[in-house]
C-alpha cells in the first residue's frame, strides 16, 4: 500500500483549498486527530494526513460535499483505506458510508468539535483556546443558536460510537487544537 506523506497530503490540500479559514479548519482537525492517534498509540502520520485532507472538495464543491474526493484522491494516487477514512466522515449526512475503524469514528465526531470549540475560545475574553477546557464548551451546547450550524447530535453519535464520555472527547479536541493555536487563530491573550 502507497504511503502518503504529510507533506504530499498538504500540497494537495493546497491545490484544492485556498480559503484561509477552511485550511485553518483542516490543520484543526489534522492536530486532533493527530492528539487521539497518540492517545490511542495508532500511526500518527497516518491520522493527520486524514484529518488534513477530509474535506478537500468543499471548497469547490460546498453543495456536492464528498461527491467529487473519491476522483481528486485517485487521480493524486491515495490508497483506498485513505479514500474510505475521507469519505465516511459525511455518514449519514452526505454519503453512506459509515465509519468502522477507530480512525474514522474519531474523524466522523470530532469533524463537527473543532467548529464548536473554535467558536467558543473566540467569544471568551481571551479569546484562546490555550486556557480553555470542556466546560467552557458544554456551556455553550444546549444553545442551539450558538454555532447553529454545528450539529451536536452528530457528535453525539460519534462519542457513543467511540464509546467516550463527551467531556473527554470535547478535553481532547481542545488539546489536539492547542497544539496549533497560533496557525488556527486561537492563542489570543491568554
Known amino acids: 500500500m502507497a504511503h502518503i506523506t504529510r507533506d504530499e497530503a498538504l500540497a ?9 479559514q477552511l485550511i485553518r ?6 492536530a486532533v486527530m493527530a492528539y487521539f492517534a497518540r492517545q490511542f498509540g495508532e500511526d500518527e502520520e497516518f491520522w ?19 461527491a467529487h474526493t473519491r476522483e481528486i484522491l485517485e487521480e493524486a494516487g491515495w490508497p483506498e ?12 449526512i452526505c454519503t453512506d458510508v459509515p ?7 474519531t474523524l466522523f465526531t470530532i469533524d463537527e468539535l473543532t467548529g464548536l470549540v473554535a467558536a467558543s475560545a473566540l467569544v471568551r475574553p481571551s479569546k484562546s483556546i490555550l486556557d480553555m477546557n470542556a466546560k467552557s464548551v458544554r456551556k455553550k451546547w444546549n444553545t ?13 453519535r460519534g462519542a457513543d460510537m467511540l464509546g467516550m464520555d463527551l467531556n ?8 489536539g487544537m492547542r497544539d496549533v493555536a497560533d496557525d ?7
Do not use: N
Open 12 to 20: 494537495l490540500l493546497k491545490q484544492h483549498i485556498t480559503s484561509p
Open 99 to 105: 465509519p468502522k475503524s477507530k480512525l474514522e469514528m
Open 25 to 30: 479548519h483542516a490543520l484543526a482537525v489534522e
Open 184 to 190: 488556527i487563530g486561537l492563542k489570543g491573550s491568554a
Open 144 to 156: 442551539r443558536a450558538f454555532s447553529a450550524g454545528v450539529d451536536r447530535t452528530i457528535i453525539e
Open 48 to 66: 493527520r494526513v486524514i484529518g488534513l485532507c477530509h474535506d478537500i472538495d468543499y471548497e469547490k464543491y460546498p453543495e456536492e460535499h464528498l
Open 81 to 92: 483505506s485513505y479514500i474510505r477514512a475521507i469519505l465516511s466522515h459525511g455518514w449519514s
Open 168 to 175: 473527554e472527547v470535547i478535553t481532547w479536541t481542545i488539546m
